[in-house]
């Protein structure tokens, strides 16, 4: 990047010069961060290893950690990998959503978007300027818009926190509607494999893929490198020492020197009087956690407590994607 200036565009209008703005940056090989559905990306074009080599630098990412390839529709996907007539139906119904497919991948991707794994990710969000800028100016190659280690950003705020300077451009288009990554599933194994649980919970991913007698969710052995690579590296931990506390035990905290993350309910039932809460979400409603549990990870460093507990959750349906993260965020490794 020449300079260090970045330029912050709010979008209201689809169509306008502004999206013309950054899928030509796109196109001569600069960064832009773009919201999603999911989280905000990093996005570069995939089919320019200096631009992709990029991302990596600016993120202070792993080099053996591959990225997702953006695409605007199903179409797009047959030019960069091969797709198992089986699960053409499967692939559109999900699609496009907050679900990554990981697929056997075709020479035009270069390897150092799949970090030299014959296999690549494959997203078609639904986010509107998502989608308008694969259209311009995909396929486009995408982390979460976050310095490697830190939790996704799910606002322009936080992706401005991060990467100020570093890229050309950061679209601004609000709060992300699901708040944590896709759904990662690898169909290039006997049997689907969710590699990352999501917004596309499991239950309802063994139903779509009932025909193949549903999926299986991966557990990488203690000795064994994980299938997806970037599921080895410490996530969305604050620097600050964070502990995950049962919901009956909470109270012990109430007031405090300790930031209280915790849902509605709890606070209701458990911290009528304590000062020291941040609602993370509604247990009854617990996508609003998912939405918010980034912002929430990222206020333990920005508050003047020392440290946090944060609220133990179920691990069904959504909450299952949510501890998922939850439990990364606590442990240190
Ligand atoms: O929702 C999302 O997926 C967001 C938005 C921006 O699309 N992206 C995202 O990217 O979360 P990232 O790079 O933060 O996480 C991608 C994950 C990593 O754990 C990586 O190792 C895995 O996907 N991955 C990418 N390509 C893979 C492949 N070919 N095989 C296995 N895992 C892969
Ligand atoms: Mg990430």
Not at 30 to 36: N, R
Not at 218 to 246: F, I, N, S
Not at 310 to 327: A, C, D, Q, T, V
Request: one cysteine or more; charged letters at 25%; aromatic letters at 8%.
């Amino acid at each position: 990047m020449n300079g260090n200036t970045t330029k912050v565009i709010k979008i209201s209008d689809l169509y306008n010069d502004d999206i013309q703005y950054a899928c030509d940056i796109l196109k001569n090989g600069g960064l832009v961060a773009f919201p999603t559905e999911t989280v905000y990306g990093l996005g570069a074009c995939a089919l320019n290893p200096e631009a992709v080599k990029k991302i990596f630098e600016v993120k202070g990412r792993p080099q053996d950690n591959p990225l997702i390839v953006h695409l605007a529709s199903f179409e797009q996907v047959n030019e960069v990998a091969y797709v198992e007539e089986k699960y053409v139906n499967v692939i559109k119904r999900l699609t496009p959503g907050p679900v990554t497919f990981v697929l056997k991948k075709k020479s035009i991707i270069p390897p150092e978007v799949t970090a030299g794994l014959d296999t690549v990710g494959v997203r078609i969000p639904a986010h509107p300027i998502a989608q308008r800028l694969a259209q311009c100016a995909g396929p486009i190659a995408a982390p979460s818009a976050n310095l490697s280690g830190k939790p996704s950003p799910t606002d322009a705020k936080s992706v401005i926190e991060d990467l100020f300077g570093l890229v050309e451009c950061i679209i601004d288009a609000g709060e992300s509607a699901f708040g944590i990554e896709s759904t990662i599933i690898d169909l290039t194994k006997e049997k689907p494999l969710v590699l990352r649980p999501g917004p596309i919970t499991i239950e309802e991913l063994n139903e779509i893929f009932k025909e193949f007698g549903g999926v299986e969710f991966y557990v990488p052995k203690a000795d064994e490198k994980p299938l997806a690579p970037g599921m080895k590296y410490r996530h969305y931990a604050p620097e600050k020492t964070l502990k995950m506390v049962e919901p009956e035990k909470i109270q012990e905290y109430a007031n405090k020197d300790v930031l209280i993350l915790c849902t509605l309910e709890t606070c209701e039932k458990y911290l009528k009087d304590a000062k020291n809460i941040h609602i993370i979400g509604e247990y009854a409603r617990p996508y609003t956690i998912a939405q918010n549990l980034y912002k929430s990870l990222r206020l333990v460093d920005k508050s003047p407590y020392p440290e946090a507990v944060i609220e133990k959750l179920p691990e069904e349906g959504i909450f299952f994607s949510i501890m998922n993260r939850i439990k990364k965020a606590v442990s240190k490794f």
